[in-house]
């Protein structure tokens, strides 16, 4: 069967109140040229979830695992699509969110991994951790698989997990600044369970054990321990990082050390990801500069980024 460009995963535990919301706002995304692929994975539920399900032209996948990564797996198992979508059955995309995922990764073929922002949710920058929030966010099925989905051993901030070991291992991640996504869940509930897991996954990640809150990806340097998947390419250099629309971040696990870059400086890695839009002229006259001013710029920024190490996603410094 021909791969299809996009599958969306959606556990579901005995989510009769919001599945139907949810899938109603996947299947209204106008775009003729999306092919969808939609899998419902009804995860011990025990009240209307797979019948809802099954009124959708989705297919309904059943399991007994009570577990949200364990659920994502399962979809992602029975993926047909390139790329995969997950979004939580308490919630619902705006008209777009499809196309603009699809738009992200064919226009970023360096981007590994990319999280919507919901609708009432602060902006990614100042969060402690930039989590690739499962809620609503795509992978790349080949780097999901070679990384081994989500850890089904966590109970919570599984996406937490997911996004420090594509980090430590080299992947860049884009963190979307357009809410496209609503949920039904509070706010004030779903960060504070993520700052509970936040605790347990220092068990796994004691470089997270070191940050306080608003403190991780500030740009300052942070403890020398590294752990689990990381200690694998300290040798490596591997950079992973983290494109907003504001800062391009380079984590890099093996000094445990952190660049942010903004600014100018943003808008020519921009330049060297070939972002849609992004361009010499086009920088020159943003910054009032000459256009000799930014070619300098670009070549003495792409020396610096080789100074720094190698990218798993791109030789984004060999782009002048």
Request: hydrophobic fraction near 45%.
């Amino acid at each position: 069967m021909t791969a299809r460009p996009l599958t969306v995963i959606v556990p579901a535990h005995n989510a009769q109140a919001t599945l139907r919301p949810c899938l109603e706002s996947l299947f209204a995304q106008s775009d003729s040229k999306l092919k969808l692929d939609v899998i419902v994975v009804a995860d011990a539920s025990t009240d209307r979830t797979e019948k809802i399900a099954r009124e959708f032209p989705a297919r309904c996948l059943v399991t007994g695992a009570r577990n949200r990564g364990a659920a994502r797996n399962v979809g992602a198992k029975a993926a047909r699509g390139e790329l995969m979508l997950f979004v939580d059955a308490d919630c619902t995309l705006r008209s777009g969110s499809l196309r603009r995922v699809r738009e992200v990764f064919s226009s970023l073929p360096d981007v590994a991994a990319c999280s919507l922002r919901f609708h009432g949710q602060p902006r990614f920058a100042p969060r402690t951790i930039p989590v690739v929030a499962s809620g609503a966010a795509a992978y790349r099925r080949n780097v999901f698989e070679a990384l081994g989905g989500f850890d089904e051993s966590l109970t919570d901030a599984e996406d937490a997990d997911l996004t420090m070991t594509l980090l430590a291992g080299g992947y860049l991640l884009y963190l979307d600044d357009l809410p496209l996504a609503s949920t039904t869940h509070g706010a004030a509930k779903r960060w504070a369970a993520k700052r509970k897991a936040l605790r347990a996954l220092q068990t796994k990640w004691p470089i997270l054990s070191t940050l306080g809150a608003r403190h991780a990806f500030s740009g300052k340097q942070i403890s020398s321990t590294s752990s689990g998947i990381a200690a694998a390419y300290h040798s490596s250099n591997f950079l992973g990082g983290v494109l907003d629309r504001e800062s391009l971040r380079l984590f890099q696990f093996g000094n445990a050390a952190e660049y942010r870059f903004q600014g100018l400086e943003r808008e020519l890695a921009g330049y060297l990801l070939r972002e849609p839009g992004v361009s010499l002229p086009s920088l020159a006259r943003a910054y009032g500069v000459a256009r000799s001013t930014v070619d300098r710029d670009v070549k003495e920024f792409a020396a610096a980024l080789r100074e720094l190490g190698r990218f798993r996603w791109g030789r984004l410094a060999d782009r002048v």
